[in-house]
């Protein structure tokens, strides 16, 4: 897929930083179905050249956001070799640079969000709660919250199961399972149906 035929799928402006950090470099874009598991990835293929892909259901700064996220490690490999770790120091640095770099091309209320990101950058996105509620990341019921939002004794629905809200540990909310028993960590950004 060549960068002009993504065009469709990203924020206005951007080609000139894709045509950029693209460079010399081969690369397949793949743009698939949505998958739950990741939002996109990167390989370098057998024959020296490049793969991406990214879900065809991200919004456009969104899937800009990601494919500079994938571009960073073709990037970052090619420049530091290929025995640094995928989101090591080289990648982060690189990826923050990337960001900054392609600032503009987010919406003003996106900008300090994706800059405090660039301060490090995280593997996953899921990591970065200010993201996620920006994208709005999951499946939107009416009737799911944020199971951050929720009360210590609520009961709720995830999955077709029913759960107890029993506290926090650490960062994320302890909840039994109320048909079995077992006990489940769920991270405060999980989306959940509130019983009523």
Known sequence: MSIQSLEKYLPQNTLLYLKKWFSSHYIHIKVTKNRNSKLGDYRKLRDNSHEITINSTLAPQLFFFVLTHELAHLIAFEKFGRKIAPHGIEWK?????????????????????????SRSPKANFMASPDLVKYFHIENQDDDEVYIEKLSKGENFIYRDEKYLLEGLIKKNYLCMNLATGRKYSFKPLARVKKCS
């Open 93 to 117: 640095h690189t990826f923050r640079e990337m960001l900054l770099e392609s600032i503009d091309v987010y919406e003003e209320d996106l900008k300090p969000i994706i800059i405090k990101f």
